[in-house]
């Protein structure tokens, strides 16, 4: 027999790669409306007034946040782990029968509980808890879908060549697990639609609607528990496992040190969840809370510099790569974006200057700049990678990449500057006084001041969107182009040639 | 002993699983039932007040509103006491929120009127020149889902022993007695007792015909919530 590599299956990848794009372009669109409804409150009525009700800034918020999280960064962690997956543990998905079929199951559910998820917050069904948002129903699906997919994974971690576990699979374990506890517990809820009242009825208002198993400060403490973790396990945690994986593959380069990654994945685990406390400082949860959540988020540059300082010096002696390819230009600033976010991040929660930050847009910024720069970044190099793979074509055009690499750039620096600036700037104008000890501003003063960062941030999120409908558009001609490659490429660089 | 853990999956997941999970333990267990006792002078909602807690719900009012004052002079001059964790008791879920796009509103009945709310709602920059908040005109023809809400009451009375029907304490020694309905007919025209005194103080004519023709209109509801935050 000819002793040739594995091939490998990426049907289900592929179909996660489309939904990658398509929910990414959806998600983006929103956030700009968004931001520009803020700029241009008029934007408010932009289908008109009698569709007021849908196109109105709080309705469409939730949308965007869940769009991104559970539509973009999802699927994006979804196509990498079914590519991923196979390549290190050394099997193919074509081996099993089963687990093909779980794959597709696992796609077309998904699928469905993002359209159904996507309908009933348009009409207004929502918890009101941050990317907790759905109703119980839509909750039991996100459980089987989850459920689905651990079948999947572990089914194929179970048929593996490979016994050692590669970096990249700990952390797509550590994904499954965390997000399961977090979304588990937060969504605890009693539907009341069963209940019934003394008179004897029952069936009684709307079947989705739902309450929530904890009241007041127990839910907030929850809620955020599952809030920043949420960001932890889905933001973190894949994306790191995509770049220890993709990073090396692309550069050619071995990961600089085992030692590294390992303190840093364990540390991220250990450390992670204690932060959540720090959305909630100043409030009424207890004091030691707070300042456990304090010192934890501050413990937590640790590992994530770990997992960062580890990736950039993967590439120490080749950095002539970085000017010559654009694919590496987007994992390497990706990993400085990751730094300069987790450095961001833990500055935020030290007390005396959350005093300021909290409820104001430096923390809008604070998440765009780790999702746009870090997380989008990651997904879009990721797919560019795999891309040539899956459909055995070169990818259509590396200058239109390059474009695209800068043009997004710009539009995460004009982001994040324009809410740095907002958000400091509101935060001390609401704790201002006089000299008389009075309050300096009213309310409105400390938002019609924005109205300039407001307008910047939007042109930094259209940018943004501008390139990523060129990744978008040269995903496109990449897959519908005569094929040139005739076998998969197995080591070489797609950009190589 | 991070090697064979690597080659074996199970007892890694296992491994990771315990070092996620004993955080969330020890932050949220020892104060949970502290946390879930009332101070003396919170009561429950009443129907058209937890209805209009569901219209802002419905609209992401939380988006944009917190209702959490943090202990600092100029939130206080701003908005009044600093929030105590037994004022949150009844809030199921919580409405804190993470942005003030606008102001904080825990303590907004203290100091806006239901006139106030229903030119704001209406038109938002006629009563706020420079506000970037959107006008809300659609709660004044939607109806409010009174049924879904009494479910919700039965439901937290159940399970959650909230004290409807029964004797609160007041800050000034009095007591309050929230009545919840005991089948969904009651509950609606309870609703709409408590409709008619928040109708009587507003002006637009469709919603007091609305109001008078047995309807409530989700404005209606969302401004007695609004109102019952002190």
């Not at chain 1, 907030?220 to 920043?228: E, F, R």
């Amino acid at each position: 027999m000819e002793n040739r590599p594995l091939e490998y299956d990426y049907t289900i990848a592929k179909m996660f790669m489309l939904t990658t794009i398509a929910f990414g372009i959806v998600g983006m669109l929103i956030g700009v409306i968004l931001a520009f409804q803020l700029a241009f409150p008029g934007l408010n009525l932009i289908l008109g007034d009698g569709l007021a009700e849908y196109t109105n800034f709080s309705r469409l918020r939730p949308l965007h946040t869940d769009a991104v999280i559970f539509g973009f960064t999802l699927s994006g962690v979804f196509a990498t782990w079914y590519y991923v997956g196979q390549r290190v543990l050394k099997v193919s998905m074509a081996e099993s029968r089963l687990l093909m079929t779980l794959g597709k199951l696992h796609f077309w559910l998904y699928v469905i509980v993002v359209a159904a998820a996507v309908y009933s917050l348009f009409a207004g069904v929502t918890t009101s808890k941050e990317y907790a948002e759905f109703e119980w129903p839509i909750d039991v699906g996100v459980v089987v879908v989850w459920v689905i997919f651990g079948m999947s994974m572990f089914g194929l971690i179970g048929i593996r060549r490979e016994k050692s576990l590669y970096i990249s699979v700990w952390y797509y374990i550590a994904t499954f697990l965390g997000i399961a506890m977090l979304y588990l517990f937060n969504n605890m809820e009693i539907p009341t639609y069963f209940v019934t009242s003394p008179a004897g009825e029952s069936g009684i208002g709307a079947w989705y609607h739902s309450v929530s198993m904890y009241a007041g400060t127990n839910d907030a403490l929850v809620q955020w528990w599952y809030g920043h973790n949420a960001v932890a396990f889905g933001f973190t945690v894949p994306i790191v496992a995509m770049i220890y994986y993709f990073l090396p593959k692309e550069s050619g380069q071995a990961i600089y040190s085992y030692k590294l990654s390992l303190l840093s994945f364990w540390g991220l685990m250990f450390v992670y969840l204690w932060a959540g406390g720090h959305h909630l400082l100043y409030s009424t949860v207890p004091d030691w809370m707070q300042t456990m959540g304090s010192i934890f988020s501050i413990v937590l540059i640790l590992p994530s510099w770990g997992s960062a300082i580890n990736m950039l010096l993967t590439m120490k002696g080749e950095w002539q790569q970085v000017a010559a390819s654009p694919l590496i230009k987007f994992m390497v600033l990706g990993s400085t974006f990751y730094m300069f976010s987790t450095l961001e991040g833990p500055i935020q929660a030290i007390k005396s200057v959350n005093a300021i930050a909290h409820f104001t847009d430096w923390i809008v910024g604070h998440v765009h700049d780790g999702v746009l720069g870090w997380v989008g970044f990651m997904i879009m190099a990721s797919l560019y990678h795999m891309a040539p793979r899956v459909f055995k074509r070169e990818i259509y055009s590396k200058s239109l990449m390059a474009a695209q690499f800068w043009i997004q750039t710009l539009g995460v620096v004009l982001y994040f500057s324009s809410m740095w600036i907002a958000g400091i700037t509101q935060g001390m104008m609401w704790r201002a006084h006089d000299e008389f000890g009075n309050l300096a501003y009213s309310f409105i003063d400390t938002v019609t001041v924005l109205h300039p960062y407001y307008a910047i941030r939007g042109v930094g999120g259209l940018l943004y969107l501008v390139g990523f409908l060129m990744f978008a558009y040269n995903i496109y001609k990449t897959m519908s182009s005569r094929p040139v490659e005739e076998r998969e490429l197995q080591s070489a660089s797609p950009m190589g040639a | 002993m991070f090697h064979w853990l690597e080659k074996h999956p199970f007892f890694f997941a296992v491994g990771v699983f315990i070092a996620i999970a004993f955080a969330g333990l020890i932050e949220i267990l020892p104060n949970f039932a502290q946390a879930s006792r009332p101070v003396i002078g919170t009561a429950p909602y009443s129907t058209l007040e937890l209805a209009g807690r569901h219209v802002y719900i419905k609209n992401s009012c939380n988006a944009c509103h917190s209702q959490l004052i943090r202990p600092f002079k100029s939130e206080t001059d701003r908005y009044g006491h600093y929030s105590l964790s037994g004022e949150y008791a009844y809030d199921r879920p919580f409405l804190w929120g993470s942005k003030r796009t606008g102001p904080d509103l825990m303590r907004v009945g203290n100091y806006r009127t239901t006139d106030w709310h229903e030119n704001h709602m209406k038109d938002p920059q006629s009563v706020v020149p420079g506000s970037i908040m959107p006008a809300y005109k659609w709660l004044f023809t939607n109806s409010a889902d009174i049924d879904t809400v009494y479910a919700e009451q039965l439901t937290v009375a159940k399970h959650f022993a909230v004290p409807y029907n029964q004797d609160v304490p007041m800050k000034d020694g009095s007591v309050q007695n929230v009545k919840m309905a005991s089948s969904i007919a009651e509950a609606r025209s309870l609703a709409l007792e408590e409709a008619k005194v928040v109708a009587a103080d507003m002006k637009d004519q469709d919603v007091k015909d609305a109001v008078a023709r047995g309807e409530i209109p989700e404005i209606v509801a969302l401004i007695a919530y609004m109102n019952s935050l002190k």
